[in-house]
């Protein structure tokens, strides 16, 4: 009679082997993944803020300037809240005409009411961070592409008084969570120079020194945080510095329209 041939089935040694191959294939492409994760969104973010650039461009085109940063007491009060006040209008639907015959309170010439200005920028439906403020919901700020989305701040230059370009640096500054406004990582004026000169220029700003001479805006990028951070032995967060950073000893992730 012809004999039946045994059926092989795995050991667990095989098994164990096999299970251990898989896990560091993951382990392996993992961090690949993500990698190439932070980078689409580092593009999208990019993206996002080139057409905020060209709608701050469209808005100085009708109105002569770029809008203002200043921090205010009230709505709008931080760079942020003023950028998306100032490129959707006060109802999303432009100035003019499409705001009831309203037009931005900086600008000094005068523009026909009838007519509708922008909006000159929309972002998508996830694009824009609402919170409530003095009981009502408004936009605070438009967001970049990562998860949890960071908010994008904005800071309009200006020229001090012996004619600097130079950027106020609590534009975005003393209302609301810290880090969510920047000044965690930007806890000084001197620190905020520091991350927003050219690199490997003095932290004391000089003409010339900044990328751009027109606006800054600024996404906390990846790690959610503003400007450069450093982590201790057990996980703990703090500032660096760029000098610290430059050593290897902490990382800046931030995306802004001047790299």
Same mark, same amino acid.
């Given at each position: 009679?012809?004999? &039946?041939?045994?059926?092989?089935?795995?050991?667990?040694?095989?098994?164990?082997?096999?299970?251990?191959?898989?896990?560091?294939?993951?382990?392996?492409?993992?961090?690949?993944? =993500?990698?190439?994760?932070?980078?689409?969104?580092?593009?999208?973010?990019?993206?996002?803020?080139?057409?905020?650039?060209?709608?701050?461009? *469209?808005?100085? *085109?009708?109105?002569?300037?770029?809008?203002?940063?200043?921090?205010?007491?009230?709505?709008?009060?931080?760079?942020?809240?003023?950028?998306?006040?100032?490129?959707?209008?006060?109802?999303?639907?432009?100035?003019?005409?499409?705001?009831?015959?309203?037009?931005?309170?900086?600008?000094?010439?005068?523009?026909?009411?009838?007519?509708?200005?922008?909006?000159?920028?929309?972002?998508?439906?996830?694009?824009?961070?609402?919170?409530?403020?003095?009981?009502?919901?408004?936009?605070?700020?438009?967001?970049?592409?990562?998860?949890?989305?960071? &908010?994008?701040?904005?800071?309009? *230059?200006?020229?001090?008084?012996?004619?600097?370009?130079?950027?106020?640096?609590?534009?975005?500054?003393?209302?609301?969570?810290?880090?969510?406004?920047?000044?965690?990582?930007?806890? !000084?004026?001197?620190?905020?120079?520091?991350?927003?000169?050219?690199?490997?220029? !003095? =932290?004391?700003?000089?003409?010339?020194?900044?990328?751009?001479?027109?606006?800054?805006?600024?996404?906390?990028?990846?790690?959610? &945080?503003?400007? *450069?951070?450093?982590?201790?032995?057990?996980?703990?967060?703090?500032?660096?510095?760029?000098?610290?950073?430059?050593?290897?000893?902490?990382?800046?992730?931030?995306?802004?329209?001047?790299?």
């Amino acid at each position: 009679m012809p004999q &039946r041939s045994a059926k092989h089935g795995f050991t667990l040694t095989e098994l164990l082997i096999v299970m251990m191959i898989i896990g560091v294939l993951v382990s392996l492409l993992v961090p690949t993944v =993500s990698r190439a994760i932070r980078m689409v969104r580092g593009t999208m973010t990019r993206w996002i803020m080139d057409d905020i650039g060209l709608g701050l461009e *469209a808005y100085k *085109a009708d109105f002569g300037d770029y809008p203002p940063s200043e921090y205010d007491v009230s709505y709008p009060q931080t760079g942020a809240e003023k950028l998306v006040f100032y490129l959707r209008g006060p109802r999303g639907d432009g100035w003019g005409a499409g705001a009831a015959g309203h037009l931005p309170e900086h600008t000094a010439a005068s523009r026909p009411r009838t007519r509708t200005y922008g909006p000159y920028y929309q972002a998508d439906e996830d694009g824009i961070l609402w919170e409530k403020v003095v009981g009502n919901t408004v936009p605070v700020a438009f967001v970049d592409a990562f998860k949890p989305p960071g &908010r994008i701040i904005y800071f309009k *230059a200006g020229r001090n008084d012996d004619g600097i370009t130079t950027y106020q640096w609590d534009d975005n500054g003393s209302s609301g969570t810290e880090v969510q406004q920047g000044w965690s990582n930007y806890p !000084s004026e001197e620190r905020f120079y520091e991350w927003t000169t050219k690199k490997g220029t !003095s =932290s004391v700003p000089t003409d010339g020194a900044y990328y751009r001479h027109n606006y800054l805006l600024v996404s906390p990028g990846q790690d959610g &945080r503003f400007g *450069a951070i450093k982590r201790d032995e057990n996980g703990n967060v703090s500032v660096a510095t760029r000098e610290e950073v430059e050593n290897g000893e902490g990382s800046y992730d931030d995306i802004t329209n001047w790299n």
